[in-house]
């Protein structure tokens, strides 16, 4: 079965760094999210992206974030300057449209 | 997007059936009902999607009655590998779509 993928896994920054988290969506999907889960909480959407360009984005999802599809698989999620705040597990999501929405196994990331 | 009202837990026996019964009372004549199964640490997991009356799967039923306004999953037989949270979700599943979660239903199931 066809599955989005993520990397890195798990990853350790200090606080003020830039992150970059990596997505490879389903290869026929056209719309791709990302979401967050603090530890303990809820799913939160973040962004979704379609036609190259952000759709919809959530209050989440200030200046200090960005998406990005560099070629015709990866599908980004920056965060330029992290903060403590920022700790949490990433989920990348992709849909072909119209139906069911597919995620991968998420980035933990954690900021020191 | 539709608010959903669902138990915050339920305890159940392995070779129980379990019914996780949705609230949904303000959906939109074009949303769809979805259910997510999430583990810990993991990314969720699509278990089943549905319009009205009834839809199943390899690993679960979705009832929905006429006016659409409630939901139950219904997972036959359980096992230890069940214990999850459980999310139920309504939205328009046409251009654009997206899923909002709420808090969801931890399901745990003993032996």
């Known amino acids: 079965e066809p599955e989005v993928t993520q990397t890195p896994s798990h990853q350790v920054t200090q606080m003020g760094q830039e992150v970059i988290l990596r997505c490879v969506p389903i290869s026929n999907h056209l719309y791709f999210y990302w979401y967050r889960q603090i530890l303990g909480q809820k799913v939160e959407f973040l962004v979704s992206?379609?036609?190259?360009?952000?759709?919809?984005k959530s209050e989440i999802f200030d200046d200090q974030f960005s998406v990005e599809r560099p070629d015709g698989s990866n599908f980004t999620l920056k965060i330029r300057s992290t903060k403590l705040e920022d700790s949490a597990m990433y989920f990348c999501a992709s849909t072909e449209g119209g139906n069911t929405i597919y995620f991968g196994e998420g980035s933990w990331l954690t900021v020191v | 997007l539709a608010k959903t009202t669902q138990p915050i837990s339920m305890d159940s026996y392995e070779g129980q059936e379990v019914n996780i019964t949705c609230s949904h009372n303000n959906i939109a004549t074009n949303d769809y009902i979805t259910w997510y199964q999430q583990f810990p640490s993991q990314g969720p997991r699509f278990i089943i999607q549905g319009y009205k009356t009834k839809v199943t799967n390899e690993v679960a039923s979705l009832f929905i009655p006429a006016d659409r306004k409630s939901s139950t999953l219904s997972l036959p037989r359980v096992s230890l590998s069940d214990t999850a949270v459980y999310y139920c979700?309504?939205?328009?599943?046409?251009?654009?779509?997206?899923?909002?979660f709420g808090a969801g239903t931890t399901v745990t199931v003993r032996a």
């Open positions: 992206f379609y036609n190259n360009e952000i759709s919809e």
């Open positions: 979700l309504v939205g328009d599943v046409s251009n654009d779509y997206k899923l909002s």
